[in-house]
């Protein structure tokens, strides 16, 4: 019976249903700080005073150039 051999992948990201996931030490270097980034972007423009209409027209662009990089980095890394 052969067994197969599981060779270590060097890929970042690997593409998951159109998305793209860490694959190792690296790929969650970059992943990490990237949702770090998602989650403090809304909760810094909701702590301050602003209102909502602001508020999204500051994290709608952030969010949408983070997920454009984020993307080409996972695509160039997989």
């Known amino acids: 019976m052969k067994q197969k051999s ?6 970042w990201f690997i593409k998951v249903r159109g998305s793209y996931l860490p694959n190792n030490g690296a ?3 970059t992943y990490v700080p990237y949702l770090v980034y998602l989650v403090g972007v809304p909760v810094l423009a909701f702590s301050e005073h602003y209102g909502l209409v602001t508020t999204v027209l500051v994290v709608l662009p952030n969010w949408v150039a983070a997920v454009a990089v984020m993307n080409w980095v996972a695509a160039n890394h997989s």
């Open 27 to 29: 790929g969650w270097l």
């Open 6 to 11: 599981h060779k270590k992948s060097n890929k």
